[in-house]
């Protein structure tokens, strides 16, 4: 500094003074400044004052040597004592070289700056509020300064400026929400410190509404609370916490929308406070706002649908994901299926109901990590608030991308269960509350639906089940022409993709026959539903394990879901044309064990059973045609099996009613099918060998068995007296069997059975042998039996039977 520098109105010995590298000199010159400039405010001498802080500013504060630095700091500092009041009309003159001096490199300037700075802001109190910005700017800094000591003063510093912001009411928070901002993404834990500090204090000022500009720093907040500190993290909690609970109380005035995707984004991270806290408020969101948040459903899901798979170390996590997927599936409605153009709909809460507390309480975690979301996220007492102003947002949902996450969600294969079945529950219920707009995606989701067939959760494949069903079944989808088809995996052509109509099964047209469209339980099959039954037997034929393992399980709860009749006849016409025998043999088979023994079933048994149907004359046509065939030891097993079939638990009424219907029995002039006596005795109408009866027979135990039950088969010989001396046949007005010394029983038709067998099975092996004991089974020895490994008495019982 150049000693003959003019410094007036500072005398000689104030300017050595303020230059001195001891502090008391400094001290003294600065009491002298205090004097001088309180004289010229006595004497309003404004441009002598202006002058003075000038020099201390230019030539001293900004100076290039420290002693001088320090000096015009203590300078200014005097100056701003000895103005008092009058101190906020020169505070821009005393506050700017302050604070250049907190970017100084020695750590005693700066201390000497805080302290400096501390003075001219407790003289000028709500007079420094214009240049809170920069005086926030700076103080930012100095909390994260390195040396203790100047922390230390910026600590007093910033409570000094708390306690002038809080008893005043002429902040600028609109100026102050940039920096805000700004400041909020910074990584320092002590500047974050800050932040936080200074956040809950504009919070709790009654005449700020720092709610109104939450959207600005809620994802720095959300930042912040995966700091690394734990005094740091339950700050920001009890900020977060804060800020719910406001959010509760004046809903009509949040923000909803411009912070949803902010939400969604902190529902993905993997710090479990942040994700827990950020679901926390995805569910009041969902609550608070309604349907507001139904253009976010598609990032919703993104982020609460994966939660839904996780295990009991976030348990937490998993309830409230939970609750958030069923409050926003509930928030989807009939009127969403109506053209796309917004519906102005009314922001404002609904009335709770029981289901919602209910689904509330269980979906609401006890407690976070610190057992604080219990406390600060959980849900209030269900207050209703009514906007102000009947102001109206349009509300869409947003279809396409929903379906699209749902879609992306159901193929990956390493994605839990809980959250496959939770996609699955969406799309059944986008089917029924959005039928028309959701047939448009059909197409793309029918694929992976039939894939989900192969899940290995019998949970999964029951709810994937439902939506297929839902497809099959739903009036949007009736259409005269299915569209195209999906994929090679169709052995019908484009055409042949229709509901089986009456000219395709005449059966259905039948008296007492429920139809394809008057199934009890879906009043229409659409065009989906052949389509499905289509895929679900390519399925079945490229999966035989799926078949074996899972087929009559999905058949049967198709069954429940859809109409019994309608399935069975669908999958009879499309076997038709089944060019894998084999697999339409194991189908067939299938599908009559399930027909026969499952109770999803007992309806159509019963209608089957009933007499006013043709189902006899269907059965009575299927017998003719075996006359027709070529005898060989594959037919003599299916027929076997025919046989074994008819001796079931199932078919005893059926031997009852063969028993009761023949002549001479006392109630055969009951009413009868027509084809159900030729059925059961398996009349054929085209010629038959001399001496044949053209009668398949079960064995005469099965029917006397089936008598029994009934209660109407008659007394043996033993101990009936009208039949004493006779056999039970011919009681029964049928001829008396050979007696034994006319050699073994052969039916009159055996010899024609003899002549059709192929050269490899003798003659012998269709005569009726008298039974023998079940232990002395014997292997037919012929290259065809062999191969088959089939017993010969069987053999033998099959050919008699024919």
Same mark, same amino acid.
């Given at each position: 500094?150049?000693?003959?520098?003019?410094?007036?109105?500072?005398? &000689?010995?104030?300017?050595?003074?303020?230059?001195?590298?001891?502090?008391?000199?400094?001290?003294? +010159?600065?009491?002298?400044?205090?004097?001088?400039?309180?004289?010229?405010?006595?004497?309003?001498?404004?441009?002598?004052?202006?002058?003075?802080?000038?020099?201390?500013?230019?030539?001293?504060?900004?100076?290039?040597?420290?002693?001088?630095?320090?000096?015009?700091?203590?300078?200014?500092?005097?100056?701003?004592?000895?103005?008092?009041?009058?101190?906020?009309?020169?505070?821009?003159?005393?506050?700017?070289?302050?604070?250049?001096?907190?970017?100084?490199?020695?750590?005693?300037?700066?201390?000497?700056?805080?302290?400096?700075?501390?003075?001219?802001?407790?003289?000028?109190?709500?007079?420094?509020?214009?240049?809170?910005?920069?005086?926030?700017?700076?103080?930012?800094?100095?909390?994260?300064?390195?040396? &203790?000591?100047?922390?230390?003063?910026?600590?007093?510093?910033?409570?000094?400026?708390?306690?002038?912001?809080?008893?005043?009411?002429?902040?600028?928070?609109?100026?102050?929400?940039?920096?805000?901002?700004?400041?909020?993404?910074?990584?320092?834990?002590?500047?974050?410190?800050?932040?936080?500090?200074?956040?809950?204090?504009?919070?709790?000022?009654?005449?700020?509404?720092?709610?109104?500009?939450? &959207?600005?720093?809620?994802?720095?907040?959300?930042?912040?609370?995966?700091?690394?500190?734990?005094?740091?993290?339950?700050?920001?909690?009890?900020?977060?916490?804060?800020?719910?609970?406001?959010?509760?109380?004046?809903?009509?005035?949040?923000?909803?929308?411009?912070?949803?995707?902010?939400?969604?984004?902190?529902?993905?991270?993997?710090?479990?406070?942040?994700?827990?806290?950020?679901?926390?408020?995805?569910?009041?969101?969902?609550?608070?706002?309604?349907?507001?948040?139904?253009?976010?459903?598609?990032?919703?899901?993104?982020?609460?649908?994966?939660?839904?798979?996780?295990?009991?170390?976030?348990?937490?996590?998993?309830?409230?994901?939970?609750?958030?997927?069923?409050?926003?599936?509930?928030?989807?409605?009939?009127?969403?299926?109506?053209?796309?153009?917004?519906?102005?709909?009314?922001?404002?809460?609904?009335?709770?109901?029981?289901?919602?507390?209910?689904?509330?309480?269980?979906?609401?975690?006890?407690?976070?990590?610190?057992?604080?979301?219990?406390?600060?996220?959980?849900?209030?007492?269900?207050?209703?608030?009514?906007?102000?102003?009947?102001?109206?947002?349009?509300?869409?949902?947003?279809?396409?991308?929903?379906?699209?996450?749902?879609?992306?969600?159901?193929?990956?294969?390493?994605?839990?269960?809980?959250?496959?079945?939770?996609?699955?529950?969406?799309?059944?219920?986008?089917?029924?509350?959005? &039928?028309?707009?959701?047939?448009?995606?059909?197409?793309?989701?029918?694929?992976?639906?039939?894939?989900?067939?192969?899940?290995?959760?019998?949970?999964?494949?029951?709810?994937?089940?439902?939506?297929?069903?839902?497809?099959?079944?739903?009036?949007?989808?009736?259409?005269?022409?299915?569209?195209?088809?999906?994929?090679?995996?169709?052995?019908?052509?484009?055409?042949?993709?229709?509901?089986?109509?009456?000219?395709?099964?005449?059966?259905?047209?039948?008296?007492?026959?429920?139809?394809?469209?008057?199934?009890?339980?879906?009043?229409?099959?659409?065009?989906?539903?052949?389509?499905?039954?289509?895929?679900?037997?390519?399925?079945?034929?490229?999966?035989?394990?799926?078949?074996?393992?899972?087929?009559?399980?999905?058949?049967?709860?198709?069954?429940?879901?859809?109409?019994?009749?309608?399935?069975?006849?669908?999958?009879?016409?499309?076997?038709?044309?089944?060019?894998?025998?084999?697999?339409?043999?194991?189908?067939?088979?299938?599908?009559?064990?399930?027909?026969?023994?499952?109770?999803?079933?007992?309806?159509?048994?019963?209608?089957?059973?009933?007499?006013?149907?043709?189902?006899?004359?269907?059965?009575?046509?299927?017998?003719?045609?075996?006359?027709?065939?070529?005898?060989?030891?594959?037919?003599?097993?299916?027929?076997?099996?025919?046989?074994?079939?008819?001796?079931?638990?199932?078919?005893?009424?059926?031997?009852?009613?063969?028993?009761?219907?023949?002549?001479?029995?006392?109630?055969?002039?009951?009413?009868?099918?027509?084809?159900?006596?030729?059925?059961?005795?398996?009349?054929?109408?085209?010629?038959?060998?001399?001496?044949?009866?053209?009668?398949?027979?079960?064995?005469?135990?099965?029917?006397?068995?089936?008598?029994?039950?009934?209660?109407?088969?008659?007394?043996?010989?033993?101990?009936?007296?009208?039949?004493?001396?006779?056999?039970?046949? +011919?009681?029964?007005?049928?001829?008396?069997?050979?007696?034994?010394?006319?050699?073994?029983?052969?039916?009159?038709?055996?010899?024609?059975?003899?002549?059709?067998?192929?050269?490899?099975?003798?003659?012998?092996?269709?005569?009726?042998?008298?039974?023998?004991?079940?232990?002395?089974?014997?292997?037919?020895?012929?290259?065809?039996?062999?191969?088959?490994?089939?017993?010969?008495?069987?053999?033998?019982?099959?050919?008699?039977?024919?």
């Amino acid at each position: 500094m150049n000693p003959e520098k003019d410094f007036a109105p500072l005398t &000689p010995n104030i300017v050595r003074a303020l230059n001195d590298k001891l502090y008391e000199k400094r001290k003294v +010159a600065a009491l002298e400044i205090e004097k001088l400039v309180r004289e010229f405010v006595a004497q309003n001498n404004t441009v002598q004052i202006k002058h003075v802080i000038q020099t201390l500013s230019q030539e001293f504060a900004l100076s290039q040597h420290p002693h001088s630095r320090k000096g015009g700091l203590i300078g200014l500092a005097a100056c701003s004592i000895a103005l008092g009041k009058d101190s906020g009309l020169y505070l821009k003159e005393l506050i700017e070289p302050v604070l250049t001096c907190f970017n100084d490199a020695d750590s005693r300037l700066r201390y000497y700056a805080c302290e400096a700075l501390y003075n001219i802001v407790k003289v000028a109190r709500g007079a420094v509020l214009p240049h809170f910005n920069v005086l926030f700017d700076g103080l930012s800094k100095l909390a994260a300064d390195p040396d &203790p000591n100047v922390k230390s003063g910026s600590e007093l510093l910033d409570r000094l400026l708390k306690d002038i912001v809080t008893e005043s009411n002429k902040f600028d928070l609109v100026g102050f929400i940039p920096l805000l901002r700004e400041r909020i993404y910074s990584n320092n834990q002590y500047a974050r410190q800050f932040i936080i500090s200074w956040i809950l204090v504009l919070e709790s000022v009654p005449d700020i509404n720092l709610l109104d500009y939450l &959207p600005e720093i809620l994802d720095g907040l959300f930042q912040i609370l995966g700091d690394n500190g734990k005094e740091i993290r339950k700050m920001c909690e009890v900020v977060l916490g804060e800020f719910l609970k406001e959010i509760k109380k004046n809903p009509s005035s949040v923000k909803f929308a411009e912070m949803a995707n902010i939400l969604v984004i902190h529902c993905q991270t993997t710090d479990d406070l942040i994700q827990l806290t950020a679901m926390c408020w995805m569910r009041e969101f969902i609550q608070l706002a309604g349907r507001v948040m139904l253009p976010y459903s598609s990032g919703i899901l993104t982020a609460v649908l994966p939660c839904l798979a996780y295990d009991d170390r976030k348990k937490s996590i998993k309830e409230v994901a939970n609750v958030c997927n069923q409050s926003l599936m509930k928030l989807v409605t009939p009127e969403d299926d109506e053209p796309d153009e917004p519906k102005p709909v009314l922001q404002r809460q609904a009335e709770p109901n029981p289901d919602d507390s209910l689904a509330k309480q269980e979906g609401t975690p006890s407690g976070g990590p610190d057992g604080s979301c219990d406390s600060s996220f959980s849900g209030g007492g269900g207050s209703v608030f009514t906007p102000a102003s009947t102001e109206r947002a349009p509300v869409t949902l947003h279809l396409d991308g929903i379906v699209q996450v749902l879609n992306c969600h159901l193929s990956d294969m390493a994605i839990g269960m809980m959250t496959r079945i939770a996609v699955l529950k969406w799309l059944y219920h986008l089917y029924i509350k959005t &039928p028309r707009k959701m047939f448009r995606h059909t197409d793309s989701l029918f694929p992976i639906l039939l894939q989900t067939l192969s899940d290995e959760s019998d949970e999964v494949i029951l709810k994937d089940l439902e939506v297929l069903a839902e497809i099959a079944s739903s009036p949007a989808g009736q259409t005269d022409d299915p569209g195209p088809l999906d994929g090679p995996d169709l052995r019908v052509s484009h055409s042949e993709l229709q509901v089986p109509t009456p000219g395709r099964a005449n059966l259905l047209n039948t008296p007492g026959t429920k139809g394809l469209e008057c199934s009890p339980s879906t009043p229409t099959m659409n065009s989906y539903f052949y389509k499905f039954m289509i895929n679900l037997l390519k399925r079945f034929s490229s999966e035989r394990k799926l078949l074996e393992a899972r087929g009559a399980f999905i058949i049967r709860q198709l069954c429940l879901l859809l109409n019994a009749e309608n399935i069975f006849h669908s999958m009879a016409d499309i076997l038709l044309r089944e060019e894998d025998l084999k697999f339409a043999s194991t189908m067939v088979h299938t599908l009559n064990t399930i027909l026969l023994t499952s109770t999803e079933l007992f309806q159509l048994r019963n209608q089957l059973k009933d007499l006013k149907t043709l189902n006899y004359r269907h059965a009575y046509d299927l017998i003719q045609k075996f006359g027709d065939l070529e005898v060989t030891v594959d037919f003599l097993t299916e027929v076997d099996k025919l046989v074994q079939l008819i001796e079931c638990p199932i078919f005893t009424s059926l031997l009852c009613w063969h028993v009761q219907s023949r002549p001479g029995n006392l109630l055969h002039s009951r009413p009868r099918a027509p084809s159900l006596p030729d059925c059961s005795e398996g009349r054929g109408s085209g010629p038959r060998p001399r001496g044949s009866t053209g009668v398949v027979r079960p064995r005469a135990r099965s029917a006397q068995m089936g008598r029994k039950k009934e209660g109407r088969c008659p007394k043996d010989r033993r101990g009936d007296p009208g039949g004493e001396g006779r056999s039970a046949p +011919a009681a029964l007005g049928r001829e008396e069997p050979p007696t034994p010394d006319q050699g073994p029983v052969r039916p009159a038709h055996a010899a024609t059975a003899e002549q059709r067998l192929p050269a490899s099975v003798p003659p012998a092996a269709v005569r009726a042998q008298p039974r023998a004991a079940p232990d002395r089974r014997q292997f037919t020895s012929s290259p065809e039996g062999a191969e088959s490994g089939f017993p010969q008495h069987r053999l033998r019982r099959a050919a008699a039977a024919l």
